[in-house]
């Protein structure tokens, strides 16, 4: 197995909230392939969270390694994993996305204001961030005409792929989804994720993509149940 | 930088709220500078009401008392002193100059002052000024007036014009001297002072609109006309109080001591800057008081803003989980919050600062009438900025307290978006 084709490699995580309490996780191993696309199911309460929080270095294991395209999250400080965050991974959550103070456009191009790279990414194939945006967005079939609009006037589905578009935006190399789709019906469910896949796809942005929701799980490369590799019993 | 536009996007968002939080404490800050304009500039007001006298000189009651009726021209005095005693103190060896002052008659509200020439001569201002003419001359007949800045100002008044004299001091008069009508000869400068609120006349003219009279009214039947009077003998019996100015200043304790000790009347000489000082020192408490409310108010505004902040917090949470998540540091999300402080007191202080201007120009004129102080309308001096720095400062330390929550709780939640 070479280094270079893992996005994601875990070896050894024990994690726990609080000291003395009971590990939420303790993951011998878990590798996940650059341009994968996994999909993390597990009940509630079962760390799925925790664990994309860890990937995504905003809390660090009490013990083990997380590596992120081949950076060990430990060995970098608290900034340098912020700004590391802001480089190379994009978000999307399950409901809340977005700034409500912020118009689409604004939020979609959030990620450009804390990272350079993802700025560069943009402007190195000749686009402004707008038209970016405005690529982004139609791609996740909404018009461009909502680019002023305010968040808090568009539907839950629309807020949902203005998250995707704004998880995507510069290219980042991997994107995380912690149930982006619970807070959808079942018809918007499959329309939202096939466009975020096919846009994956696209970028060859490798997706964890977190949920309870096993009938998404065909569509996926691959599927994981947390329970089957986390030791730690909840 | 784009945090900060962030926050500003952020509070736009909060515009009611925010503008709220940002009038409260606007009012107080106008409240804490309105309070240490006044207390300044009263001071300065009153020291430059008078001065190169050097002492005061009236019938027997406090400093304070004559200083206020005799300078200021607020309040009655208790008596008056005889003419004997004023040509007395006028023939002491030591007196340069003297002025007498007689008191209790008004037009239109402003106080009536007889004199004598040397009044235009001696009396003198802010640190040294004399009275100057802007139109006119001095009165030079028995009913000719000078009137001060204020009066011709506010009664469109011009030389030539004659003015009808109102016994008392009420602003409101039922008696008066209608019969023996004043001619404006002269119009003084504007001195910011109660000067500029007096109506000026001679000694012989206060005597000859009250001859006839009889405790404080007129004696039925002994009705004597303008002409007349001008022929009986208008030396005055009594005034309320007189300026003297000394050859030198060192001798006016033996002065002072010649008079208050003077025999045949109970009459007191003051030293205007002692007075002054007494006048000021019966107000500190006062000015204190005020001044820690008005710091009290600034406070409270400002807890006002942190529990807005506080309450504001749990919504927001959400909000730094996406931030932290598109790569926000922890100190992102505390300067967010403390920028937000700062833009609130900042834009409350210059709304305070505008406030306070437009309440000055509206208070002015009621405060010169009411108050006799002179307040002149200034730029924020020092002592203004560091009071205004104090506010913002406190309001900043303040915005740390919900700022280092969030901070916490962004460190805490991580990107779990807490409902
Ligand atoms: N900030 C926190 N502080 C302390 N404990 C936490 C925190 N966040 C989560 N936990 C605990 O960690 C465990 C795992 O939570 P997590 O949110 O990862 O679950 P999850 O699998 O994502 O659940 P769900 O499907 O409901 O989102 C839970 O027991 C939860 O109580
Ligand atoms: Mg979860």
Not at chain 2, 115 to 144: I, S
Not at chain 2, 203 to 223: D, K, Q
Not at chain 2, 322 to 351: D, K, N, Q, T
Request: net charge neutral.
């Amino acid at each position: 197995m070479s280094i270079e084709t893992d996005a994601i490699k875990i070896q050894n995580l024990s994690f726990h909230w609080r000291m003395g309490d009971a590990a939420v996780l303790d993951l011998p191993e878990l590798h996940i392939k650059r341009g994968e696309r996994v999909f993390i199911k597990g009940a509630s309460g079962s760390g799925k969270s925790t664990l994309l929080s860890l990937i995504g270095g905003v809390l660090l294991p009490q013990s083990g390694t997380v590596s992120v395209l081949d950076q060990r999250l430990n060995e970098l400080s608290s900034a340098k994993r912020d700004s590391f965050r802001a480089e190379h991974i994009g978000f999307i959550f399950q409901m809340f996305n977005l700034i409500p103070y912020l118009p689409v456009i604004d939020n979609v191009l959030l990620p450009c204001r804390f990272s350079q790279r993802r700025k560069h990414n943009i402007e190195k194939r000749g686009f402004t961030l707008k038209d970016e945006a405005v690529r982004l967005l139609e791609h996740l079939d909404l018009s461009t005409e909502m680019l002023q609009r305010s968040v808090t006037e568009l539907s839950v589905g629309q807020q949902q792929r203005v998250a995707a578009a704004r998880a995507l935006i510069g290219g980042p190399e991997l994107v995380i989804a912690d149930e982006p789709t619970s807070a959808l019906d079942a018809d918007r469910r499959s329309g939202f994720l096939q466009l975020l896949l096919k846009e994956c796809f696209e970028q060859d942005t490798t997706l964890v993509f977190v949920s309870h929701d096993s009938a998404l799980e065909p569509q996926f490369d691959r599927g994981i149940q947390l329970a089957d590799i986390n030791r730690a019993i909840n | 930088m784009h945090i900060l536009t962030l926050a500003i996007k952020s509070m736009l968002n909060r515009k009611f709220t925010i503008a709220l939080t940002i009038f409260s404490i606007a009012l107080s800050i106008m409240l804490l500078l309105g309070v240490e304009r006044l207390r300044n500039d009263a001071r300065e007001s009153f020291a430059n009401t008078i001065s190169g006298t050097d002492l005061i000189v009236g019938a027997r009651s406090g400093p304070v008392q004559l200083l206020l009726y005799s300078v200021f021209r607020i309040g009655n005095p208790t008596n008056n002193i005889s003419w004997k005693s004023y040509e007395e103190i006028k023939d002491q060896r030591l007196v340069a100059w003297t002025v007498p002052l007689s008191l209790g008659d008004s037009h239109h509200g402003f106080r009536v002052l007889g004199t004598n020439l040397d009044y235009f001569r001696h009396y003198h201002y802010g640190g040294g000024l004399a009275l100057e003419f802007a139109k006119g001359a001095p009165f030079a007949d028995v009913y000719d007036a000078v009137i001060g800045a204020d009066v011709a100002k506010e009664l469109n008044y011009n030389l030539g014009q004659e003015v009808v004299l109102a016994h008392g001091t009420g602003e409101v008069s039922f008696v008066r001297h209608d019969d023996k009508p004043f001619r404006i000869v002269g119009i003084l400068s504007k001195t910011g002072t109660p000067v500029d609120r007096t109506v000026h006349v001679s000694l012989e003219g206060i005597e000859a609109i009250h001859t006839g009279w009889e405790n404080g009214a007129p004696r039925p039947g002994a009705h004597i006309d303008a002409e007349q009077a001008r022929q009986i003998n208008l030396q005055p019996k009594t005034i309320t109080a007189a300026l003297v100015g000394l050859k030198s200043r060192l001798a006016a304790f033996r002065v002072q001591r010649f008079i208050n000790e003077y025999p045949k009347e109970p009459l007191l000489a003051a030293l205007p800057g002692v007075a002054l000082q007494e006048l000021w020192d019966t107000m500190a408490i006062a000015q204190q008081v005020l001044l820690a409310i008005s710091v009290l108010v600034v406070l409270v505004g400002i807890s006002g803003m942190m529990t807005a902040m506080l309450t504001s917090l749990n919504e927001r949470r959400r909000e730094m989980a996406v931030l932290r998540s598109v790569g926000a540091r922890p100190w992102h999300i505390f300067i967010l919050f403390v920028g937000e402080a700062g833009a609130v007191m900042s834009i409350a202080s210059a709304v305070g600062v505008a406030a306070l201007y437009v309440t000055q120009l509206i208070a002015r004129p009621i405060i010169q009438t009411q108050l006799g102080l002179f307040l002149p309308i200034h730029s924020p001096s020092t002592h203004e900025f560091m009071l205004i720095a104090a506010a913002v400062g406190a309001g900043l330390l303040v915005g740390l307290i919900p700022a280092y929550r969030a901070y916490r709780y962004s460190l805490s939640d991580g990107m779990t978006i807490r409902l």
